[in-house]
């Protein structure tokens, strides 16, 4: 190894191996930040999971709600379904109801007897149980605070607010970081070394191998799994809007205040999100655009070398 040697890729003549030993933590630095950036979009996709699993559970046509209504309607109606007697209906909401009844009667307790009313009673009672402590509840983790899940669209689209910002800043610091790597790389002709480097370390990017054409190599996995949470804020606030009727018949001033604030975080989720996968695209950008320089450096020094060597060992 020389003591002074220039740099492959231009710069300033120096110590070789000192380049190379900065460049290795300067890649390192930058790598964390990358780190950081993915644990944040793993803590925003759990989020999202729990959000949205807790709004898909008390959905009308949910698995628990629909056993509990079924079960209801045959204790109601278990003498008529006993003895084979369809009552009157004059509300086909109600006549369909107890259509569902008979065939869970047939089906699921055949002889209708003392025993199958009581157990079907205990069932209910159970499921009623379940559906105030863990449907209709929400409880959030560590602190203990107990909310009403017709505030779930609020308290979610805080959640990932805050958490949409984090990665923004988290994703603005990743870029920023291997700007810097690359603009020192660059000087001390270690651009390959650092490039190579950082995109092994890469996990949800898409940079450009050496032998490729620097053409766009967006990340869309990182693009999807940035977008993913912002679905779970739009059901939510689907089924926040479908169910403000049914709201307004228990609190209305309440129900009135939940929708305002519910709007109001869901485009704050969107905004941020926005944000999230603009800074992303810059940096697929700013992986072009250092590939491209390469295939350009790399081209300039087939003439004098047949074969470059990342590291400049002699």
């Given at each position: 190894?020389?003591?002074?040697?220039?740099?492959?890729?231009?710069?300033?003549i120096?110590?070789?191996e000192?380049?190379?030993?900065?460049?290795?933590?300067?890649?390192?630095?930058?790598?964390?930040?990358?780190?950081?950036?993915?644990?944040?979009?793993?803590?925003?996709?759990?989020?999202?999971?729990?959000?949205f699993?807790?709004?898909?559970?008390?959905?009308?046509?949910?698995?628990?709600?629909?056993?509990?209504?079924?079960?209801?309607?045959?204790?109601?109606?278990?003498?008529?379904?006993?003895?084979?007697?369809?009552?009157?209906?004059?509300?086909?909401?109600?006549?369909?109801r107890?259509?569902?009844?008979?065939?869970?009667?047939?089906?699921?307790?055949?002889?209708?007897?003392a025993?199958?009313?009581?157990?079907?009673?205990?069932?209910?009672?159970?499921?009623?149980?379940?559906?105030?402590?863990?449907?209709?509840?929400?409880?959030?983790?560590?602190?203990?605070?107990?909310?009403?899940?017709n505030?779930?669209?609020?308290?979610s689209?805080?959640?990932?607010?805050?958490?949409?910002?984090?990665?923004?800043?988290?994703?603005?610091?990743?870029?920023?970081?291997?700007?810097?790597?690359?603009?020192?790389?660059?000087?001390?002709?270690?651009?390959?070394?650092?490039?190579?480097?950082?995109?092994?370390?890469?996990?949800?990017?898409?940079?450009?191998?050496?032998?490729?054409?620097?053409?766009?190599?967006?990340?869309?996995?990182?693009?999807?799994?940035?977008?993913?949470?912002?679905?779970?804020?739009?059901?939510?606030?689907?089924?926040?809007?479908?169910s403000?009727?049914?709201?307004?018949?228990?609190?209305?001033?309440?129900?009135?205040?939940?929708?305002m604030?519910?709007?109001?975080?869901t485009?704050?989720?969107?905004?941020?999100?926005?944000?999230?996968?603009y800074?992303?695209?810059?940096t697929?950008?700013?992986?072009?655009?250092?590939?491209?320089?390469?295939?350009?450096?790399?081209?300039?020094t087939r003439?004098?070398?047949?074969?470059?060597?990342?590291?400049?060992?002699?």
């Amino acid at each position: 190894m020389n003591g002074g040697t220039t740099p492959r890729f231009g710069g300033k003549i120096g110590n070789s191996e000192n380049y190379t030993e900065l460049a290795l933590k300067y890649v390192e630095s930058a790598a964390d930040a990358a780190g950081r950036s993915r644990l944040i979009l793993l803590a925003l996709l759990v989020a999202s999971v729990v959000t949205f699993l807790a709004s898909w559970n008390i959905r009308d046509e949910a698995w628990i709600r629909s056993r509990l209504e079924v079960e209801e309607d045959v204790l109601r109606w278990w003498h008529n379904l006993k003895l084979n007697q369809t009552p009157v209906f004059t509300d086909p909401r109600r006549e369909a109801r107890y259509t569902q009844a008979r065939l869970y009667f047939t089906q699921r307790l055949g002889g209708g007897d003392a025993v199958d009313s009581a157990r079907v009673d205990e069932e209910v009672h159970m499921l009623q149980q379940v559906r105030v402590e863990d449907l209709i509840t929400l409880r959030m983790p560590f602190v203990g605070v107990v909310v009403d899940l017709n505030d779930l669209t609020f308290v979610s689209g805080v959640s990932f607010t805050a958490m949409l910002i984090w990665l923004s800043f988290s994703l603005s610091t990743e870029r920023r970081n291997l700007l810097f790597v690359f603009s020192k790389a660059a000087e001390w002709g270690k651009l390959g070394l650092c490039d190579d480097l950082l995109m092994m370390r890469q996990v949800m990017s898409r940079p450009p191998q050496a032998d490729e054409s620097p053409s766009m190599h967006l990340s869309w996995r990182r693009l999807g799994l940035i977008f993913l949470p912002l679905g779970v804020p739009i059901w939510v606030m689907y089924h926040h809007a479908q169910s403000y009727e049914a709201a307004l018949s228990i609190n209305q001033a309440a129900a009135r205040t939940g929708i305002m604030l519910a709007i109001a975080v869901t485009v704050g989720v969107v905004l941020t999100t926005v944000r999230c996968v603009y800074v992303s695209l810059k940096t697929d950008l700013e992986w072009e655009a250092r590939a491209r320089q390469l295939v350009r450096l790399r081209s300039e020094t087939r003439a004098t070398a047949t074969e470059i060597d990342l590291f400049d060992r002699e």
